[in-house]
């Protein structure tokens, strides 16, 4: 499986900032996913980025909040923007695996709090 | 869409006993059933995984049944031990870079 990196691992952001958060992979991949995970709460995905094209946003989920970059196969990176309390949560990363059959190996994760 | 339901929501057993999480799926056309163990500050990381042309997959002390029929899959940890606590993670997809849709979670607490 690939290995995943992100930055910051942390960070905690004052109300109505921005903070942009890193995936990096040790292989080029064709598919990345950003997700959040709510504390105490199971994932839900944000959006899909594919190089090339513009990322593809799950329902509930705007690319003015949420406005990812994608310039190569192996990069990408995810802006939170005008954060407010309620976007408090663990950001991560992930990546599809060689399989056909939609493996996901996600990174460690980009634990957030806007106060 | 697809909507997966996991339980139990936490979990304690004894050192050495057996644990059970099950989940259904609604969508049948989902197809690929992956399990993952997200341990406290990390992600999750995927540790098995079932195809729909398959009704059972085992992995050392980790087995996973599926029921195509019924719509239900389970995780089993034989042997528990206390680096297998963390929180477990069922989900469902219908493959072919489909959107992945996870459970709420199951905290397995393992008591020396």
């Known amino acids: 499986s690939a290995v995943i990196s992100q930055k910051p691992s942390r960070d905690i952001c004052q109300r109505g900032t921005s903070l942009t958060i890193q995936c990096q992979v040790d292989?080029?991949?064709?598919?990345m996913f950003w997700y959040r995970q709510q504390p105490g709460q199971s994932l839900t995905l944000i959006a899909t980025?594919?190089?090339?094209?513009?990322?593809?946003?799950e329902s509930g989920f705007v690319i003015d909040k949420f406005p990812i970059s994608r310039p190569n196969l192996t990069f990408s990176t995810l802006t939170v923007s005008n954060m407010s309390p309620e976007d408090s949560s663990i950001y991560l990363c992930?990546?599809?695996?060689?399989?056909?059959?939609?493996?996901?190996?996600f990174g460690p994760g980009t634990r957030l709090t806007v106060l | 869409g697809e909507n997966v339901e996991q339980h139990p929501s936490t979990l304690s057993v004894q050192e050495g006993d057996s644990a059970v999480i099950k989940c259904t799926y609604s969508?049948?056309?989902?197809?690929?059933f992956p399990w993952y163990k997200q341990e406290l500050g990390k992600g999750p990381q995927l540790i098995i995984d079932?195809?729909?042309?398959?009704g059972e997959k085992k992995d050392q002390r980790i087995a996973v049944t599926l029921n195509k029929t019924a719509k239900h899959f389970s995780l089993h940890i034989t042997e528990t031990q206390p680096e297998d606590s963390a929180v477990y993670f069922c989900?469902?997809?219908?493959?072919?870079?489909?959107?992945?849709?996870f459970g709420i979670g199951t905290k397995l607490q393992v008591i020396p």
């Open positions: 079932i195809r729909s042309n398959v």
């Open positions: 992930s990546v599809e695996g060689t399989g056909s059959f939609n493996e996901q190996f």
């Open positions: 969508d049948s056309a989902s197809n690929y």
């Open positions: 980025a594919n190089q090339g094209s513009e990322a593809t946003y």
């Open positions: 292989s080029q991949v064709t598919m």
């Open positions: 989900a469902a997809s219908e493959g072919g870079y489909q959107k992945v849709t």
